[in-house]
């Protein structure tokens, strides 16, 4: 059964969601000048420039789940939080329900 809680959780994971986009659209890398339209004096420099960024992206997938990790974690600590309201909210319906139909004889 979803309830209000449950729905009142819903923006926390759609701003952790539009954080890690928003992380991921900030490593994109600017435009660059067509290799054709390089002068030979700047390809050296532009070569160098290209493989920084090769070892840079490199490092970045292997530290990638740096990132991931703590937003797999978050979900599932507002997935484990909306279950256990929903779950405390169960008990106290069948309590009420235990108690309202006088069932103390019955277990």
């Keep these: ?14 701003a952790l969601l539009a954080c890690a986009l928003q992380v991921a ?8 000048p ?20 090769r070892r840079a992206v490199l490092e970045g997938q292997q530290d990638s789940w740096k990132l ?14 909306s279950q256990v309201s929903d779950s405390n909210e169960r008990l106290s319906e069948l309590r009420a329900q235990l108690r309202s139909k006088d069932c103390a004889n019955h277990g």
Excluded: D, N, W
């Excluded at 659209?25 to 600017?30: D, E, I, V």
């Excluded at 703590?70 to 484990?80: E, M, Q, S």
């Design 68 to 81: 991931v990790l703590p937003l797999v974690v978050a979900a599932r600590f507002a997935i484990g939080m």
């Design 34 to 53: 067509v290799a054709a339209s390089l002068e030979c004096s700047q390809l050296p420099g532009e070569i160098a420039r290209t493989e920084r960024e």
């Design 25 to 32: 659209g900030c490593a994109s890398t600017p435009a660059k």
């Design 1 to 14: 059964m979803r309830t209000s809680s449950t729905y009142a959780r819903r923006p926390v994971a759609i």
